[in-house]
Nanobody, 123 residues
Framework: VQLQASGGGLVQAGGSLRLSCVAS????????MGWFRQAPGKEREFVAA????????YYADSVKGRFTISGDNAKNTVYLQMNSLKPEDTAVYYCAAAKGRYGLGYAGMYDYWGQGTQVTVSS
């Protein structure tokens, strides 16, 4: 599976962005998808995940109520809608694909990673 993330950019606090991650190479519908982020000097952290069936989503407490993860199996694409952005959301955002069903909040459970897209939120 190859993952291509896009949609990052510079936005003011309170603004919105939508990230996209397009998967290619294998049957997308068999993979659970996640978004992680990494700020300078910090470890990569979990943001959100969705099961390939679309019936379950998971969020980090820091983004719950502001971010929404969704998927479109027909387009092999997973999205991360980010609203009410804060300066602390500034990071490189990565999408990832996992064959396993469990532990989707842990980076080590993912099998494939995209290249990352920069999100910068100004105050």
């Amino acid at each position: 599976v190859q993952l291509q993330a896009s949609g990052g950019g510079l936005v003011q606090a309170g603004g919105s962005l939508r990230l996209s991650c397009v998967a290619s190479g294998r049957t997308f519908t068999n993979y659970n998808m996640g978004w992680f982020r990494q700020a300078p000097g910090k470890e990569r952290e979990f943001v959100a995940a969705i099961r390939w069936s679309g019936d379950s989503t998971y969020y980090a407490d820091s983004v719950k109520g502001r971010f929404t993860i969704s998927g479109d199996n027909a387009k092999n694409t997973v999205y991360l809608q980010m609203n009410s952005l804060k300066p602390e959301d500034t990071a490189v955002y990565y999408c990832a694909a996992a064959k396993g069903r469990y532990g989707l909040g842990y980076a080590g459970m993912y099998d494939y990673w995209g290249q990352g897209t920069q999100v910068t939120v100004s105050s």
